[in-house]
């Protein structure tokens, strides 16, 4: 009787979110904490079989099989760790060297030198990679005669001083040592993709009975996180958000997929 009255004594409402840990297959050493998340579903699918016979094809046996798990996430912040974890970015600093594209809006200064904000980078011959200086009405300056350092671009005959130019050019990611920030690159190939991991998700039920809330643990032992991602940049001036999602695969000898944990009351 007391199995029978169990959904009367212990029903939960669950109502946000997830704290995700997500760890190491098989060292079971954490990867990637993240606390930010938005959206946190799982959607459990399965196939049905029907064998069917008789005059009228009535359905004699019906059985399931092919049950599948997927996760999806939507999460409010971005991280270089996030874009490695859950892209399966290779990520490089400005140490490893990586160049960017600058478009800047400058006024020529005296003997004709305009002075952009990074390193113009440059190629194995040492000539500049790409640069290109445009007065105001729209016309290319020819370059031919223009010397380059490392930041400032001189002519003084076809640079007027005093004259407001449009530069484009290839400059060097600036690193730690140039300021506070430390430019990051990250690298997504043909060839790279997210690991499997153990996925650990903490949130919250509340008891219908008393209204209080209970620590909940959800894992999934073996979760492939999934090449496909969403990264979403709005106009509206909200911080943009990123969705991945992931399918769980089989684990150990019993084939698990998930564990659904209620813990303790945490009020």
């Given at each position: 009787m ?23 297959y ?70 490893a ?68 130019y ?54 999934v ?21 990123f ?25």
């Amino acid at each position: 009787m007391a199995n029978l009255l169990q959904h009367e004594i212990e029903r939960y409402g669950a109502v946000t979110v997830m704290d995700v840990m997500l760890l190491d297959y098989e060292t079971k050493k954490p990867v990637m904490f993240l606390d930010t998340l938005k959206i946190s579903s799982i959607n459990a699918e399965s196939e049905m079989k029907e064998i069917k016979g008789g005059k009228y094809a009535d359905v004699l046996i019906t059985y399931d099989f092919a049950r599948t798990l997927g996760l999806e996430f939507q999460d409010a912040l971005l991280s270089s760790e996030s874009m490695k974890n859950l892209w399966g970015a290779k990520i490089t600093d400005a140490a490893a060297g990586f160049n960017v594209y600058q478009r800047e809006i400058l006024t020529a200064a005296t003997g004709g030198v305009l002075t952009v904000s990074l390193d113009i980078a440059t190629n194995v011959g040492g000539d500049p990679l790409m640069v290109a200086v445009y007065d105001s009405t729209g016309a290319e300056v020819d370059l031919t005669t223009a010397t380059f350092g490392a930041k400032t671009i001189t002519d003084a005959i076809k640079l007027i001083v005093g004259n407001e130019y449009t530069v484009y050019y290839t400059g060097e990611a600036p690193g730690a040592a140039a300021g506070e920030w430390d430019a990051i690159q990250a690298l997504i190939t043909s060839e790279t993709f997210p690991k499997t991991v153990t996925f650990v998700g903490k949130t919250f039920f509340i008891n219908q009975k008393n209204g209080k809330k209970i620590e909940a643990e959800i894992e999934v032992p073996k979760l492939k996180l999934a090449a496909n991602f969403t990264l979403g940049l709005e106009a509206e001036g909200d911080a943009s958000v990123f969705d991945f999602s992931g399918m769980a695969l089989i684990d150990g000898k019993d084939k698990e997929l998930l564990k659904v944990k209620t813990i303790r009351y945490i009020d």
